[in-house]
Structure formats: structure tokens, C-alpha cells
């Protein structure tokens, strides 16, 4: 209230208490905080910054109660505060149903200690729908990148479905040959090749009244495919080397990395188990693409790791979080839990730096050189001279001649666009970089290997950022 009565920026001070709760790991002070920030954004009408944090600061009630047991957890929600809550959601918004505020969401924790992190809206999209997919029966299909957490969503979907009680039993297709892998997933009668000297039951039997989660589906051989279509169509299959049809009450997810409409264009997949399988598709979004979840997501690793080694848990200092949010991410959270792990091993201090990620791992050093080198270019002597009083003749290209003039005054008028608002520096720092990229493809006439030397990053690298931006180019040298 003293805040609010007083002139200073009330927004600005309640995302200070946000960002002061978030650095104190305190998530009951995170409630309060982002209560706060939704009344400073509401007394300013900003009603969807308001409605945000107010959703935040439910997310983080819903976290607080699934990390506990179940009567803890009716104890928490019944505390005066978070009830309280609840009605404040209401009463900011009184279009809001009373009914939707009070219930908690459905735990997102998973077998492990694993649960699907942050408040990005895809994951909170993907949390959705998981929730309504779980409820039937239907064969579901997830797509995204390796590393994302496609059997997250595969175990929360089972889970959260009636067979939740039953088994769920996992396959990872890309890393068995075509018979091994029917055998695994179908068994085998004794004698059916070398080596059956008795009879064994298949992933399929094992799931029995549960869910088998088929990991890399789109690396199956032709002969699996057709197994896989015939247990989906008619519920029945039979093991290896038998001739007994077996009832399957089993209920099938399936995942991929792999575009599986264009294998079945290129011929490479059956079009009629891709559409078996598709009757219902999730999209797991890439780490890069919701790095505003990154805080979160490397404080739960961070927390996993510190459980398992048996110590306590190491923070990351904002210098390092600020590395990590530069970097691509191709492997995608497997990566950055790879990176935490390397770095909270070695980090001697309670929390983790900046120079402990750069020490430690390879892509974070490099990135930490190329800012480096860069940095050094744009501070050399000759290149300290004012926007405003360098000739355009000052700047040239590499043939010698003049830039043009605006060219020449480019960093004056991209400031005065930031500082208007017109556009934000990290869209303008995206825009410069994809025409860096084109232009240098443009010059090597789309030999990715010598635009990246041109560019002085590697050629996986800039593989990665011209995919990124729908840029095409060839790798190969010509």
C-alpha cells in the first residue's frame, strides 16, 4: 500500500521483488512477489501482464504442493495465504470461475524425481493437453527434437490416465536390430533363432493393462512396421517363432525426432501406421525456443543432481545463467543437464560462475571466446570514432569503395530505433545475425563450411543457426 501511495514506479519495484525471490530461491516469497507485481500491473490497466503474474504465482502453489504428500498437501492449500490467493485471482478478475482458481493443477512429477518444467506457453499448452489426451485411450505421437523430453511426456501421460496404476514399459527402437527388436517387443517361443533356449515374453505382454512407450519409432525396419500395424489394428499379435495369437489390452505412445510425413512421402514409413500412430500428436518445444524457462529448468537439475550425489544443491550465479541464455542449445535440455552436471562437479563456490561453465565445457568456452573476440574488434583504436562525426567515407567494404551513408551511420539509427521502441534489442541482434548469415552465404555462394570460416564460428554452428532461420545452404565444399 505504501508502495502504491507513494510516486515511485510500483511495476518496476514489484518485478524487483520477483526477480529478489526468484535469487533467493524463496517460493514463498515468489507468491507474494508476483501477487504484488499483478496489482502494480493492474493499477496501471495492464490486465494481461496482471493476469500473468497471477498465474505465476499459482504455478508456483501448484509446484510447492506436489512436492508434497498428500496430507501435506491439504494442509498447504488450506493455509490462509494461499487461500487468499485464490481470491485475489478472483477479485482482480472477476470474470475468473472461483471453482478453476482453488483446484490445483494435476502434479507434474514423474518416476525419478523427473517433472516437466516451466511456464512458458507451450509447455503450459503441452501440460494442457496433456491432461485431456491422458483421459482416453488413443494412440498418441510425440514429435520434437532429441533431448526435449518426449518420455516426460510419455510417463506423465500414463500417469494421469486410467491405467496410471498399471505398468508403464518403454523401447527404445533406434537401438535394436530388426530381430532383436521383434523379439523384444513381441517375445519369442524356445528355439525360434540361436540363442532362444526358452520362452520370453515381449515388452507388449509386460504392458499388459498399462502403456509401452515406443521411443525413435521413425527408425523401425519395414518388417517391424508391419508387425506394429497388425497388434494396433487388431489388438492381437503373436511371439516370435509361435503361431498363438496373444491379446494386447496395452495402450501405445510413440516418439520421434524425425519428420514421419516425409518419410511417408519419400516411401521410408508406412503411410498407414503413420496414421495408426498419429490419432493424436503432442509437439515438445526445443530448450532455444522458451529460454525464458531456462532459471527454472537448471534449478530443477540442479536440485535432481544434487539429490543423487548426495550434496547440497549449488546455485548459478546471473553471469553464468546470462552465458547459457546465449547459447543454442542443440541437444536441448539433455544438454543443459549434461553442462550442469559438468559444472556443479567442479564449481568450488556454493554457487555456480561464469568461468566455471567456460572451464568446463566446450561449446560454452568457445561461445565465451567468440564474444570475446568480437568485443576486441568492435574496441579496436579506428573504430572508436563517433557515429555522428565519421564521414560516411570512413566505412568501406572490402573493395576499397564507400559504404553507403546508411551503412555507414547503421549502429546511430538501430539505437535510435531501440531507444524508441520500435523494436527490441534482441530482435534487432537476431535481424543483424541472419543477415550476416546470408550475406556470407550469399559470398560463398551457399558453402556453409567457408561462411562459417568467413564468419569465425564453426560450420555446425552456423548449420544450426541458417536451419534456424530457414536460411539454405550446402555443406560441402565445392
Known amino acids: 500500500r505504501v508502495l502504491f501511495r507513494s510516486g515511485l514506479d510500483a511495476r518496476a519495484r514489484a518485478l524487483e521483488a520477483v526477480a529478489s525471490a526468484t535469487e533467493a530461491r524463496s517460493r514463498h516469497f515468489a507468491i507474494e512477489a508476483h501477487v504484488l507485481a499483478a496489482r502494480a500491473h493492474l493499477a496501471a490497466e495492464d490486465l494481461d501482464a496482471a493476469n500473468e503474474h497471477m498465474d505465476r504465482a499459482r504455478a508456483v502453489c501448484d509446484q510447492v504442493a506436489a512436492s508434497l504428500p498428500e496430507d501435506l498437501k491439504r494442509t498447504f492449500l488450506a493455509r490462509s495465504h494461499v487461500a487468499a490467493l485464490c481470491r485475489e485471482h478472483v477479485g482482480l478478475f472477476p470474470g475468473t470461475v472461483a471453482a478453476e482458481v482453488v483446484a490445483p493443477a494435476p502434479a507434474t512429477v514423474t518416476p525419478g524425481g523427473r517433472r516437466i518444467v516451466g511456464q512458458d506457453p507451450q509447455v503450459r499448452t503441452l ?21 526435449t523430453g518426449k518420455e516426460l511426456v510419455a510417463e506423465e501421460i500414463h500417469r494421469q490416465s486410467p491405467r496410471g496404476s498399471g505398468p508403464l514399459v518403454s523401447v527404445n527402437c533406434a537401438a535394436l536390430v530388426e530381430t532383436l527388436l521383434l523379439s523384444e517387443l513381441f517375445g519369442h517361443e524356445r528355439g525360434a533363432f540361436t540363442g532362444a533356449s526358452a520362452r520370453r ?7 499388459e493393462g498399462g502403456t509401452l512407450f515406443l521411443d525413435e519409432i521413425g527408425d523401425v525396419s519395414p518388417k517391424t512396421q508391419v508387425a506394429l500395424l497388425r497388434v494396433l489394428q487388431e489388438r492381437t499379435f503373436e511371439r516370435v517363432g509361435g ?7 496395452v495402450r501405445v505412445v510413440c516418439a520421434t525426432h524425425r519428420d514421419l510425413r516425409k518419410m511417408v512421402d519419400r516411401g521410408e514409413f508406412r503411410e498407414d501406421l503413420y496414421y495408426r500412430l498419429a490419432e493424436i500428436t503432442l509437439d515438445v518445444p526445443a ?6 524457462d531456462l532459471p527454472e529448468i537448471a534449478e530443477h537439475l540442479l536440485e535432481r543432481i544434487a ?16 552465458l547459457m541464455a546465449r547459447h543454442g542449445w542443440p541437444g536441448n535440455v539433455r544438454e543443459l543437464e549434461n553442462v550442469l552436471r559438468a559444472a556443479s562437479l567442479f564449481a568450488e563456490g556454493e554457487a555456480i560462475a561464469e568461468a566455471d561453465l567456460v572451464e568446463n565445457v566446450e561449446d560454452l568456452r568457445l561461445l565465451a571466446a567468440a564474444e570475446a573476440r568480437r568485443s576486441r574488434d568492435t574496441l579496436r ?4 570514432v563517433s557515429v555522428e562525426s565519421a564521414p560516411s567515407s570512413a566505412a568501406n567494404d572490402d573493395d576499397g569503395g564507400a559504404l553507403p551513408e546508411g551503412e555507414a551511420t547503421a549502429t546511430a539509427v538501430a539505437y535510435a530505433q531501440v531507444r524508441r521502441g520500435s523494436i527490441g534489442l534482441s530482435d534487432l541482434k537476431r535481424q543483424i545475425e541472419r543477415d550476416c ?18 564468419l569465425g564460428m564453426k560450420r555446425p554452428r552456423l548449420s544450426q543457426l541458417a536451419k534456424a532461420y530457414g536460411i539454405t545452404g550446402s555443406s560441402e565444399a565445392s
Open 127 to 147: 501440460l494442457n493437453a496433456i491432461r485431456k489426451v491422458a483421459r482416453s485411450n488413443s494412440t498418441v505421437l510425440v514429435r520434437g527434437e532429441s533431448g
Open 307 to 322: 539429490l543423487e550425489r548426495g550434496e547440497p544443491r549449488k546455485a548459478i550465479g546471473h553471469a553464468a545463467l546470462a
Open 243 to 249: 503361431t498363438s495369437s496373444i491379446r494386447a489390452d
Open 287 to 292: 530448450l532455444r525456443s522458451r529460454l525464458g
Open 201 to 207: 515374453r515381449g515388452r507388449f505382454e509386460m504392458a
Open 381 to 384: 583504436p579506428p573504430e572508436l
Open 437 to 454: 548469415i546470408v550475406r556470407a552465404l550469399g559470398e560463398t555462394r551457399g558453402n556453409i563450411t567457408k561462411a562459417a570460416a568467413l
